[in-house]
Nanobody
Framework: QVQLVESGGGLVQAGGSLRLSCAAS????????MGWFRQAPGKEREFVAT???????YYADSVKGRFTILRDNAKNTVYLQMNSLKPEDTAVYYCAAADSTYDRAAPRSYSYWGQGTQVTVSS
């Protein structure tokens, strides 16, 4: 069992940057694969990035080269550094955790979810 709380969302201009944080509590953080997903109004939940137990990362093509996922096991925190933001990045961003992975980019692989944080990018 793990509880997740996201923070760091906000309003930024296109080309700007934000860093999202996800604070975890409960079971040992290092045992989990961590992921970030996003959902825009009227659209399906979409994979963004994930990091496994050994800090191996994987990104959606739409964010590759612009976003970076990082984890700090000592702080029980995972981050999403977002650079060169575009209006199409606007969404609610969710942190998620999985203790086993069938498909690392599929929401169904993740058992625990945060409440979400809004990111809005203006043109």
């Amino acid at each position: 069992q793990v509880q997740l709380v996201e923070s760091g969302g906000g309003l930024v201009q296109a080309g700007g940057s934000l860093r999202l944080s996800c604070a975890a509590s409960g079971r040992t953080f290092s045992n989990y694969r961590m992921g970030w997903f996003r959902q825009a109004p009227g659209k399906e939940r979409e994979f963004v990035a994930t990091i496994n137990w050994h800090s191996i990362t994987y990104y959606a093509d739409s964010v590759k080269g612009r976003f970076t996922i990082l984890r700090d096991n000592a702080k029980n925190t995972v981050y999403l550094q977002m650079n060169s933001l575009k209006p199409e990045d606007t969404a609610v961003y969710y942190c998620a955790a999985a203790d086993s992975t069938y498909d690392r980019a599929a929401p169904r692989s993740y058992s625990y979810w945060g409440q979400g944080t809004q990111v809005t990018v203006s043109s």
